[in-house]
């Protein structure tokens, strides 16, 4: 029987505060307690707790026979213990029923995989030790890189930290006549498996669900069910990727959004040859057809699917130059405050908000951006950068002494 496997991105970073230029060397405080707080809380409301509490009843309704697999960042995780203790428990019960795989990332959720190794195996490890500590001593056996990054590299560095398995988009650019339906292995180390999101059902759910000038809205799950029904025969998995926020925050409640996810199961289960499985169940049960060569790195954002929502223009790769010229000078510093503002620094989405893109993938960052203009984030984390490298050097000067 073919498969279903649904992964969730659940992520909130630690937006910055409004930090002037003659906040430097006096305000040693960068994040927006305010907003992070009420937007935790309002998501929450949304979408995390009615969201999670629809799953456990899919769950329980069908015996296990639905599963789910999320990637949960630890600034989100972090966020939760602060903010929202009620949505920690509500995903430590999903977790709980043993349907319910948790995935591996980098701590921050940050883009560490493409400047220096050492910085991301130590994301990673805390991102384990963060998931192990919250979780009854979960270890997760699959990894998901920050918003899909991954390149034959990243992967062959995945497999060498014993991960069985890595989720990355299915880009049409990389695949070619191939299916993203199938299992793949990596090009340098094929003993990691590669499972490719279908971005076209994914994205029909994640970004045109209640899009009423899309012709095929509304999006019914008797329609959905023609569609996985038309999937050639011989394919055998469908990787349904996507944000977490797509189930009332992106889409509304009134979009229909949650309905259609507690009717899903049952039609999948009634009309169709497909079942559920979580990512390291896939990679288990489905031999991988082939290498999948993918060497300059791709991810699942904007139509490019590249990484020009974080790096690229003169904005973003400054920013995130100088951050990581920091990275040895950090690492002498046993100091639980830096050590976490740098951690936090990292984030992508500082440097997404910097984005200079235009048209639709332009709206979408200003949809997503607390900044008026990229030029503003990128003067806003520059500013509060200037202040982090400031406080370095007076610990640095400590510790020589």
Not at 24 to 35: A, E, L
Request: glycine content about 4%; hydrophobic content about 40%.
């Amino acid at each position: 029987m073919r498969t279903i496997c649904f992964y969730f991105q659940v992520h909130q970073p630690f937006r910055l505060k409004p930090y002037r230029f003659f906040d430097i060397g006096d305000d040693h405080h960068y994040w927006d307690d305010f907003s992070n707080r009420s937007i935790m809380r309002k998501v929450a409301q949304k979408c995390y707790l009615p969201m999670n509490a629809l799953l456990l009843e899919l769950i329980q309704k069908y015996d296990g026979a639905f599963k789910v697999s999320f990637s949960i960042s630890g600034t989100f995780m972090d966020q939760m213990q602060a903010y929202a203790p009620d949505v920690l428990e509500s995903f430590q019960k999903l977790v709980a029923t043993g349907h319910v795989e948790l995935l591996n990332e980098t701590y921050s959720h940050s883009l560490a995989s493409l400047k220096s190794k050492d910085e991301f195996k130590d994301l990673v490890n805390k991102h384990q030790e963060k998931i192990s500590n919250l979780f009854n001593g979960y270890k997760p056996t699959v990894f998901r890189n920050t918003e899909l990054i991954y390149s034959d590299e990243i992967g062959a560095m995945i497999a060498e930290m014993g991960y069985e398995a890595m989720l990355t988009e299915g880009a049409k650019h990389i695949l070619g006549w191939k299916s993203p339906n199938y299992v793949y292995v990596n090009s340098v180390e094929p003993k990691l498996k590669i499972l490719l999101k279908n971005f076209q059902l994914s994205d029909d759910i994640a970004f045109r669900f209640g899009n009423k000038s899309w012709d095929d809205y509304p999006l019914t799950v008797d329609k959905f069910i023609d569609w996985i029904n038309e999937i050639p025969k011989e394919d055998e998995t469908l990787n349904l990727f996507m944000d977490y926020e797509t189930f009332g925050e992106h889409q509304w409640a009134e979009t229909g959004i949650f309905d259609f996810m507690k009717h899903l199961p049952e039609a999948v289960f009634n009309k169709t040859d497909f079942n559920f499985s979580t990512p390291s169940e896939v990679a288990k049960k489905i031999s991988p057809v082939g290498k999948i060569h993918v060497p300059i790195p791709i991810s699942w954002a904007d139509e490019e699917r590249d990484l020009t929502a974080w790096l690229g223009n003169d904005l973003q790769d400054e920013a995130f130059d100088r951050l990581y010229d920091l990275e040895k000078l950090v690492n002498t510093i046993d100091d639980e405050e830096i050590q976490r503002d740098w951690r936090y620094l990292q984030t992508s989405d500082h440097f997404y908000y910097m984005c200079t893109k235009f048209f639709s993938d332009g709206d979408i960052h200003s949809y997503f951006s607390p900044y008026d203009s990229p030029y503003d984030a990128f003067i806003n984390y520059m500013n509060v950068l200037s202040d982090f490298m400031i406080r370095l050097k007076e610990k640095s000067i400590k510790v020589e002494v």
